[in-house]
């Protein structure tokens, strides 16, 4: 059987960002795939280092929309750690706040991603307008829908109120039984069941292999959360489960994004019925004394590493940023051998790559 070659991208309706694909067939079977990289690419480790760690804050803030707010987190709680800060306890109850609405306007944005690649326009509809309820919320706190500049060295520059907290804790629980309603139509729609159940599925040694972290990671029953592992923000005051599956394919990895969503509305349901008084943030000093240091938070796609390194001045020495999302792009390849040209689109879809994280 004689082969040849599709490309997909960098410009492509199955990418939301622009990569490229070369995949070689024969029939409808994909024997092999190239993966190129490097269309986004904007050097930020690299700025980083030529400006103020208060600069900072709003140009890591840039190295993914949707994750923009755990990716300032982080890096704050790197600088803060160097700096010998102390965040306010409602300040870090805010900045947990903010990091659940956001991993539940990833999940969603990615159902409706998925299910719009796969044909399913009615999923797509519904889940991009539930997450319009997570957008409000946060649009009415920060005044941005996706980028927030919520946080800042030494806390948060935002806060809620008593008349928003009743608000947004009747949004949540509506939210949460509109995100119940879209699971059991995904659960009970057959045709779904057939596109997703038994592809691009990967073992929890595969997982391990490639250093993949996040839903991925759980779905292949890989059970690692940085959230209970290595608890921050004070997460280990929160009730919570951590969502895994033992499938390891599309289907387990939308099912445990989906379950996912409630525990971080969950959460967020707990902080508004338990913020405590105070401040928000403290006065932290322009430099920062020498030394360095490694942070870990979990991002909608899984952790998420900084690497801060100090020389005392008012810049640092070094960022380097780790973002989830490499390598699940790097095993693209092995889940895409063997597969059908139709199954392409799950599969691809199915790992949820960011390519403003990957490019950086």
């Known amino acids: 059987m004689s082969r040849f070659t599709v490309p997909i991208g960098p410009q492509h309706p199955l990418l939301k960002e622009p990569l490229s694909f070369q995949l070689t067939l024969e029939g409808e079977e994909v024997v092999d795939s190239v993966i190129r ?6 050097g930020i480790e690299r700025l980083s280092e030529k ?40 300040g870090l109850y805010l900045r947990t706040f903010f990091c659940e609405l956001e991993r539940i306007h990833s999940h969603l944005l990615w159902l409706g991603v998925l299910a719009k690649n796969l044909g ?29 500049a919520a946080n800042v060295i030494g806390g948060v520059r935002v806060d809620i109120n008593d008349s928003q907290r009743k608000t947004m804790t009747v949004s ?30 990967l073992t929890a040694e ?12 759980r779905a292949s029953n890989v059970d690692v959360d940085m959230r209970r592992d290595v608890p921050y923000n004070l997460y280990e005051k929160f009730d919570f ?52 240091v490694i942070c870990r938070s979990e991002a909608p796609r ?22 989830p999302t490499l390598p699940s792009l790097a095993i693209l390849p092995d889940l895409l051998r063997g597969i059908n040209m139709a199954d392409v689109s799950a599969v691809v879809s199915g790992v949820d790559l960011c390519i403003a994280c990957v490019d950086r």
């Not at 595969?206 to 990671?217: E, F, L, M, N």
């Not at 969503?261 to 405590?276: F, G, N, R, T, W």
């Open 302 to 323: 899984g952790e998420l590493l900084y690497y801060i390194q100090s020389d005392g001045s008012d810049r640092p020495a070094r960022i380097k940023i780790r973002t």
């Open 120 to 148: 399913f326009d009615t999923v797509f509809m519904y889940a991009w307008r539930d997450r319009e309820i997570v957008l409000d919320i946060m649009e009415e706190l920060s005044g941005g829908r996706v980028s927030h």
């Open 241 to 292: 489960s951590v969502i895994t599956r033992s499938e390891g394919d599309v289907w387990a990895r939308t099912t445990l994004r989906i379950q996912e969503a409630q525990e971080s509305i969950k959460i967020c349901l707990q902080i508004l019925d338990s913020l405590p008084p105070g401040a928000v943030a403290v006065r932290a000093k322009r430099r920062v004394p020498p030394g360095e």
């Open 206 to 217: 595969q997982i391990r292999q490639y250093c993949i972290v996040g839903p991925i990671a």
């Open 172 to 201: 949540l629980k509506s939210l949460s039984q509109k995100i119940t309603d879209l699971r059991n139509i995904v659960e009970h729609e057959t045709n779904f069941h057939a596109r997703t159940r038994d592809i691009g599925t």
């Open 51 to 90: 400006r103020t760690y208060i600069q900072n804050v709003h140009l890591v803030e840039r190295v993914c929309g949707i994750c923009s707010h755990v990716h300032t987190t982080t890096y704050c709680m790197g600088v803060e750690s160097l700096a010998g800060v102390t965040v306010p306890v409602r």
């Open 37 to 42: 990289l490097g269309y986004v690419h904007r």
